[in-house]
């Protein structure tokens, strides 16, 4: 069964220095998403993607934060200066359409670690 | 804004035996969805079930099968003939067209599946 697959699984990062977060979503869907989850707390929306253009954001991200599909397959999730309360986990999901009732598929996640 | 509670941080249940899971919401939209996530240790969310909001009967699949309380804003998940498999942390999602088919989550439940 076609799967999400997120790299890498975990990152470690010194404060204030770029990170980029991969993700290759299942190759027919169309929409594309990020989730994080800091330790203890809910799964959080970050933003959706469909055709190249952000489809919606939350409050939590901000002009830190911006995504990009560079070619066909990857979906990227880059935090300019990180902070130390950026490190969570880190969800890509994607769905075939836009409806709430289309399931999300998620990948395994990246760990971000600020230091 | 949307809501999703679960009160029971963790539970666990014989193998074979029956376990319900308690999910709550908030809402104050008609048309939404609902769902159930299961995440395995150290792998990705898998969908377990949906139910529609407009739909009174409630969704089953296979051993997992919901109790939606429209009503009572309640969405609970029976796991039936528990395997150990089904060890898991599972999550009680919403989603709507009106909020942007954005997951909003909650807390989590930690399954323990005992031999």
């Known amino acids: 069964e076609p799967e999400v697959t997120q790299t890498p699984s975990h990152q470690v990062t010194q404060m204030g220095q770029e990170v980029i977060l991969r993700c290759v979503p299942i190759?027919?869907?169309?929409?594309f998403y990020w989730y994080r989850q800091i330790l203890g707390q809910k799964v959080e929306f970050l933003v959706s993607?469909?055709?190249?253009?952000?489809?919606?954001k939350s409050e939590i991200f901000d002009d830190q934060f911006s995504v990009e599909r560079p070619d066909g397959s990857n979906f990227t999730l880059k935090i300019r200066s990180t902070k130390l309360e950026d490190s969570a986990m880190y969800f890509c999901?994607?769905?075939?359409?836009?409806?709430?009732?289309?399931?999300?598929?998620f990948g395994d996640g990246t760990r971000l670690s600020i230091l | 804004a949307q809501t999703v509670t679960q009160s029971q941080p963790e539970m666990s249940v014989q193998e074979a035996e029956t376990v319900t899971l308690s999910c709550t919401y908030d809402t104050s939209e008609s048309d939404y969805y609902l769902f159930w996530y299961k995440q395995p240790p150290s792998r990705q969310m898998i969908l377990v079930i949906r139910?529609?909001?407009?739909?009174?009967q409630n969704a089953t699949e296979n051993r997992f099968s919901v109790n939606f309380q429209k009503a009572a804003k309640s969405f609970s998940l029976k796991i039936s003939d528990s395997q150990l498999g089904d060890a898991a942390m599972y999550f009680c999602a919403y989603s709507s067209q009106a909020s942007g088919s954005r997951l909003t989550f909650g807390e989590g439940t930690q399954l323990t599946v005992n031999p």
């Open positions: 993607f469909y055709n190249n253009e952000i489809s919606e």
């Open positions: 139910q529609e909001a407009y739909k009174q």
């Open positions: 190759s027919n869907h169309l929409y």
């Open positions: 999901a994607s769905s075939e359409g836009s409806y709430s009732n289309q399931p999300q598929h």
